[in-house]
């Protein structure tokens, strides 16, 4: 974002911006990156919520223990352990909220000149929900107005997001902003918040445009048999799937057919995979120790040479099929088995778009694939890939891999190459970043 695009009252000295997120997965960090990376330089924010070892240790276990993984989608899946369980942790977050009251008072009075309007900006709930119950006492003590934004992080209509006493709350699609909207009725009028259709944000630097020559460059790792695929594989921060991607990356990498970067986050849980990936002369390994630079490095990686393939879960990463072939983050999307009700949410909203194969498409697909029907795959699906971002994989690492190549022999991948965006709703958007600061920015009009 640049200073002239008419950022006016963001950008006044009375004006504060403070970013809240959890270290619970690397899609917070990842949009509160994006977000913040976009402001105008001149703007200086505040961050809160970045490092949290507990809560990093439990999605690291919910996510990676099949029984706990299983009883968190039961739980997110069925209305009523839903309701119940979402109001006691809102009750627990709310009843535990003075310590976030101290921190941000500090941080408010620390500011010079005393802010007139502090922009909350909330990349996950829990936070959230704590800012919420002590907005109003804030704002009096710190002589402050408050305004809280949430945005939520995947195309999920999980309730815990529709936070009570929050602003504004931005939603990646029309189908959750109307689930929202006849949840959130049950509020008191003065509690509920405006919720704004805003497509996914990610950063900028994805969206910019490939050169010629790294077009022709990602099209021909796609369709010649003989270029190798580059690969981008991030690992996600519960670090799941090593396993997955071990079997991935020893067949691909094998007599040079593909050339695979992993990001990952360097840990205990991941030692012996990093250790995989070092011994492995096809693997580009990027590691760091906190998750922020996880999140920057990624950018970085992505930005300095031109991938064709991602592999990765359909979680927060999915929303990259918004991009075309000729933006830098325009790579076809691979995905391993969701883990989360949220990513199953993720893969509803690629398919209602046509942004991937349906699933009774996706089984012909597999069916073909497995048989090696090539000819088959281009006559059935050859026009339709056209519309296609992203692909389910199999749930073996080791056919998985064989799919990726069978796809890119089959002349799938080639047809893929050729999207071309036919539809100009608002969700399907990528400039999810400035929409979102042009709104704030109205929302400042009056109040600073």
């Known amino acids: 974002?640049?200073?002239?695009?008419?950022?006016?009252?963001?950008?006044?000295?009375?004006?504060?911006?403070?970013?809240?997120?959890?270290?619970a997965g690397l899609g917070h960090i990842r949009v509160m990156e994006a977000l913040r990376g976009e402001l105008p330089s001149s703007v200086r924010s505040e961050v809160l919520g970045v490092n949290d070892p507990k809560v990093q240790m439990m999605h690291r276990i919910t996510s990676q223990k099949v029984f706990l993984r299983e009883i968190m989608e039961f739980l997110q899946t069925n209305y009523y352990t839903e309701s119940i369980i979402t109001k006691l942790y809102v009750y627990y977050l709310r009843k535990y909220s003075q310590e976030v009251y101290l921190?941000?008072?500090?941080?408010?009075?620390?500011?010079?000149?005393?802010?007139?309007?502090?922009?909350?900006?909330?990349t996950h709930v829990s936070l959230a929900h704590q800012i919420a119950q002590i907005k109003q006492r804030l704002s009096l003590?710190?002589?402050?107005?408050?305004?809280?934004?949430v945005v939520v992080t995947d195309d999920?209509?999980?309730?815990?997001?529709?936070?009570?006493?929050?602003?504004?709350?931005?939603?990646?699609?029309?189908?959750?902003?109307?689930?929202?909207?006849?949840?959130i009725k049950k509020f008191d009028s003065?509690?509920?918040?405006?919720?704004?259709?805003?497509?996914?944000?990610?950063?900028?630097?994805?969206?910019?445009?490939?050169?010629?020559?790294?077009?022709?460059?990602?099209?021909?790792?796609?369709?010649n048999k003989s270029k190798p695929l580059s690969i981008m594989i991030p690992v996600s921060g519960a670090a799941v799937n090593l396993d997955y991607y071990k079997d991935i990356i020893s067949y691909v990498t094998k007599k040079q057919r593909g050339i695979v970067?992993?990001?990952?986050?360097?840990?205990?849980?991941?030692?012996?995979?990093?250790?995989?990936?070092?011994?492995?002369?096809?693997?580009?390994?990027?590691?760091?120790?906190?998750?922020?630079?996880?999140?920057?490095?990624?950018?970085?990686?992505?930005?300095?040479?031109?991938?064709?393939?991602?592999?990765?879960?359909?979680?927060?990463?999915?929303?990259?099929?918004?991009?075309?072939?000729?933006?830098?983050?325009?790579?076809?999307?691979?995905?391993?088995?969701?883990?989360?009700?949220q990513e199953y949410d993720n893969l509803s909203f690629m398919r209602r778009h046509g942004l991937m194969p349906s699933q009774e498409e996706?089984?012909?697909?597999?069916?073909?694939?497995?048989?090696?029907?090539?000819?088959?795959?281009?006559?059935?699906?050859?026009?339709?890939?056209?519309?296609?971002?992203?692909?389910?994989?199999?749930?073996?690492?080791?056919l998985a891999a064989r799919f990726i190549l069978r796809y890119k022999h089959s002349g799938l991948f080639k047809q893929m190459s050729l999207y071309k965006k036919n539809s100009n709703l608002a969700e399907l958007s990528d400039d999810g970043v400035n929409n979102f600061w042009k709104i704030i920015e109205g929302k400042l009009k009056n109040l600073v």
């Not at 963001?10 to 504060?16: A, L, P, S």
């Open 1 to 23: 974002m640049k200073e002239d695009i008419g950022l006016k009252n963001i950008t006044k000295e009375n004006v504060m911006i403070v970013f809240t997120t959890s270290p």
């Open 261 to 341: 970067t992993v990001v990952s986050r360097e840990s205990g849980y991941t030692k012996d995979f990093l250790s995989f990936c070092e011994a492995n002369y096809g693997v580009n390994l990027i590691a760091d120790h906190l998750d922020r630079d996880v999140v920057l490095s990624y950018e970085n990686a992505m930005c300095s040479k031109v991938f064709s393939l991602e592999i990765t879960k359909p979680s927060e990463q999915s929303f990259k099929v918004l991009l075309g072939p000729n933006q830098v983050g325009g790579v076809i999307m691979l995905f391993s088995e969701p883990v989360g009700r």
């Open 103 to 122: 921190r941000l008072l500090k941080l408010i009075r620390r500011r010079k000149p005393n802010p007139k309007v502090v922009v909350i900006v909330a």
């Open 141 to 149: 003590r710190a002589k402050t107005k408050i305004v809280l934004s």
């Open 156 to 183: 999920t209509p999980l309730i815990i997001w529709a936070v009570k006493g929050a602003d504004l709350i931005f939603v990646p699609s029309q189908k959750t902003c109307e689930y929202f909207s006849g949840y």
């Open 362 to 398: 996706q089984s012909v697909l597999d069916s073909l694939l497995e048989s090696k029907e090539y000819g088959k795959v281009l006559n059935l699906f050859g026009e339709k890939a056209k519309s296609w971002r992203g692909i389910m994989l199999p749930r073996k690492g080791g």
């Open 190 to 223: 003065n509690k509920r918040p405006e919720l704004i259709v805003n497509a996914y944000p990610f950063s900028s630097k994805f969206c910019t445009r490939l050169s010629e020559n790294g077009l022709r460059l990602r099209i021909e790792q796609l369709s």
